[in-house]
């Protein structure tokens, strides 16, 4: 975990805040993001937040090393991020990073880089470690009326996939995670768009990388021992599953509060994979919930996304604009006793490895 070194400072005649502040980020291979939060009675209160796509993995497929634009692009969002830790006086902050510093022949260099001109040193982690904080971040949406869900975060480099039971309780904080078997997947919209193509999909590409990763989920469901689908439902959490949200709404521009929670049919999911299908790199850049970071990666995120489907066909996804930062701040500030006596999470401890597909 990474504590922040530079003193707390607010602007001119705000005053810092009474009690801990909390920070986490989420540097993915596509992404990086920023939380702030204080503990509340029973969750936490966002007081500030930053997102940019970094693209930390662009190249890496072909290469094995992060490319000099990606890691200066990354540099310089994780520079806003200790600015705005600064600023925040956060007193507790957890710095993670995936799949791209993982894979990458120069991830150590490039996190010695990031320490010696931010002051913020990056944990890189493993993938049990990245189910389990994705699992912990999107807890509370997994149906308390079902056995349980099946949670997909679709990353830029890798996929996880987690098999929840029954949401559970224990102190006052937010609902527990019970995990009961995880897998991870080597592939994530980057490193599928890449292989394939992301500016024009042809449904015989879309085809071919459904099937890629289908394979890579194969028997998954079998050695997990998941029997009929009906008290399951899926939970998704990517920028993938949020824009298929947003496209289903008809937002004109995204919206959180719409889209976190929200529930999608099979019949809405497969609605909005046919437009986007049918549409020009041109359109998708020009749609309001894609844009232009985005519109060569949305239809690798759908072909994975269709390929978890198809393992565990399920009648309903609730979309989770939530994840790996979540699970870092309710970690930390269960650690802390923000809740009462802080426990470990029940189910599997993704740090010993069990039930790993």
Known sequence: MAVVRRAPRAPAGVPLPAGPVYA????GTNNCRLLVARPTARSFRVVDAFSRIVRLGEGLTGSGRLCQDAMDRALAALEICASKMETRGVTRARIVATE???AADNGEDFCARVEARTGLTLEV??????AGLAATGCAPLVDPTCDGAVLFDIGGGSTEVVWLGR???????PPRARIRSWV???VGVVSLSERHGGVKVSPEVFRAMVDEV?????GVRQSWGVRAPGRLHLLGTSGTVTTVAGIHL???????????????????????VERLMGMSFEERVANPCIGAQRADLVLAGCAIME????????ERLRVADRGLREGMLVQLMRADGAWRRGRPETGADLSRGDNCA
């Open 24 to 27: 986490a980020i989420d540097l």
């Open 100 to 102: 791209a510093c993982r």
């Open 125 to 130: 982690v493993d993938r049990r470690t990245e």
């Open 167 to 173: 949401r559970s309780a224990g102190d006052d904080g």
């Open 184 to 186: 991870s997947l080597p």
């Open 214 to 218: 289908c394979a890579m989920l194969d």
């Open 250 to 272: 008809g937002l004109e521009r995204y919206d959180r509060t719409r889209v976190d929670g929200a529930w999608l049919g099979a019949g809405h999911i497969e609605e909005v």
């Open 307 to 314: 390929a978890v489907r198809r393992i565990f066909p399920a």
